[in-house]
């Protein structure tokens, strides 16, 4: 597990306003100040961890990519299903073929109407038209297909990736590039520190008359900083 420790330590005079207002110097040592929000991004599928993409300390939005596992089958199947989804070809080939045969149908039907042909002739055009028409249907249907194939290629592949799970700073990851992590495991740990929550502790007169719900002002030593 590598990890970072965040570690702040000051005087401050603390200022409380309401209906009572005390001044109190008091020397606070934080040395775990707990951040607003903490996630983990956890593996969706087992694997080997391939690459890190951020750091320790790396400050990151909700959905950046911080962890790859190893992915080059579900790659291979995302870009072959994306190259049959996007292949255009059997879709013009048959789309030509129509044309012709529905050239040939009304032709045929001319000379029909002015006996060159026979009925049998006719209805021979009219079924290579048919058959040329549901060519056709089954055309779209497989480009559909190829869609969907293309859209679960994706989806396996996105498995491969673990991400921020919100905005914040990256403080743990737990497996070096090269270990194997389990389907669920936790891989990454980002904190929210735009936020802390710390404990300030008060005695004797500083106490009086504070209710819950006070407001607290911080102003740091050397330099009257506000928090």
Partial sequence: MISATHKLLFSALLLFSGNFVARAQVSVAITDPQPGVTSTGHAWE???????????????????LVVSLE???QQHAFETAKLLAENRAPLESVMGDMKKKEAALDEGKDRFR??????EQLQILEGDAEIARAQIKQTNLNIKLAHLNMDLAEKLLERRYIRSPING??????????K?????????????????????PLVGESLSG??????????TEGGGHRL
Avoid: C, M, Y
């Avoid at 002015?114 to 009925?119: A, G, L, V």
């Avoid at 700073?169 to 090269?178: D, Q, W």
């Fill in 46 to 64: 087992g694997g080997l961890v391939q690459t890190w993409h951020v750091n320790i300390g790396d400050v990151v939005k909700k959905g950046d």
């Fill in 71 to 73: 992915h080059v089958q």
């Fill in 114 to 119: 002015r006996r060159q042909i026979s009925e």
């Fill in 169 to 178: 700073t990256i403080v743990a990851i737990s497996h070096s590039p090269g």
């Fill in 180 to 200: 194997n992590v389990g389907a669920g495991e936790a891989i990454v740990t980002v904190s929210d520190f735009s936020t802390l929550a710390v404990e300030v």
């Fill in 210 to 219: 504070l209710e819950t719900g006070d407001s607290l002002t911080v102003l």
